[in-house]
T-cell receptor, first 114, second 115 residues
Framework: GESVGLHLPTLSVQEGDNSIINCAYSNSASDYFIWYKQESGKGPQFIIDIRSNMDKRQGQRVTVLLNKTVKHLSLQIAATQPGDSAVYFCAENIGGSTLGRLYFGRGTQLTVWP | KAGVTQTPRYLIKTRGQQVTLSCSPISGHRSVSWYQQTPGQGLQFLFEYFSETQRNKGNFPGRFSGRQFSNSRSEMNVSTLELGDSALYLC??????????????FGEGSWLTVV
């Protein structure tokens, strides 16, 4: 399944399938990006991050891809599990005078069906 | 290692009252930031503190204020509460605010309901 976070805020996938969550960012000066997972009633949980000098970074079952040319970020989740059901946010850090500030996307609701 | 701790977790206030929320960052983290999360506006940055100094501030009215103590713990205060202040208030901490690329970790948040 594939979803553009800003335009299609929901994504439903079958357990075991791979999920792709997309995010478009607006500031070409952004140099650090983070994906967070937020379950109902909880705070955002760090998943994976990537700096602008990289195109790809892999974690456990997750991969983040960064395309600076089109200002696009994606999160790939392999073998999606019911426990992956949550809202996923991409966040960007511009750096400079706003080092400690993250700009968040609207989020994508991922639902995993057994 | 304990995560970011926020208190209280839930609270209900009346319009016009004020509220103080507390945040204890991850041990060793010196940067603390606050965010407001609502269904309509998503996650919005309030302010960030580092070494007891406010470094960044978001577009919120002056009713929203904060501070950081020498042990890096932080508090935020909202005065003259309005119904629209009902939200999840999230605190986040990171090791150092001198460079981007510092992983920012969030607490579970404080749920504020204004009636």
């Amino acid at each position: 399944g594939e979803s553009v976070g800003l335009h299609l805020p929901t994504l439903s996938v079958q357990e075991g399938d791979n999920s792709i969550i997309n995010c478009a960012y607006s500031n070409s000066a952004s140099d650090y990006f983070i994906w967070y997972k937020q379950e109902s009633g909880k705070g955002p949980q760090f998943i994976i991050d990537i700096r602008s000098n990289m195109d790809k970074r892999q974690g456990q079952r997750v991969t983040v891809l960064l395309n600076k040319t089109v200002k696009h970020l994606s999160l790939q989740i392999a073998a999606t599990q019911p426990g992956d059901s949550a809202v996923y946010f991409c966040a960007e850090n511009i750096g400079g005078s706003t080092l400690g500030r993250l700009y968040f996307g609207r989020g994508t609701q991922l639902t995993v069906w057994p | 290692k304990a995560g970011v701790t926020q208190t209280p977790r839930y609270l209900i206030k009346t319009r016009g009252q004020q509220v103080t929320l507390s945040c204890s960052p991850i041990s060793g983290h010196r940067s603390v930031s606050w965010y407001q999360q609502t269904p309509g506006q998503g996650l919005q940055f309030l302010f960030e503190y580092f070494s007891e100094t406010q470094r960044n501030k978001g577009n919120f009215p002056g009713r929203f204020s904060g501070r950081q103590f020498s042990n890096s713990r932080s508090e935020m205060n909202v005065s003259t509460l309005e119904l629209g202040d009902s939200a999840l208030y999230l605190c986040a901490s990171s090791l150092f605010s001198g460079d981007s690329g510092n992983t920012i970790y969030f607490g579970e948040g404080s749920w504020l309901t204004v009636v």
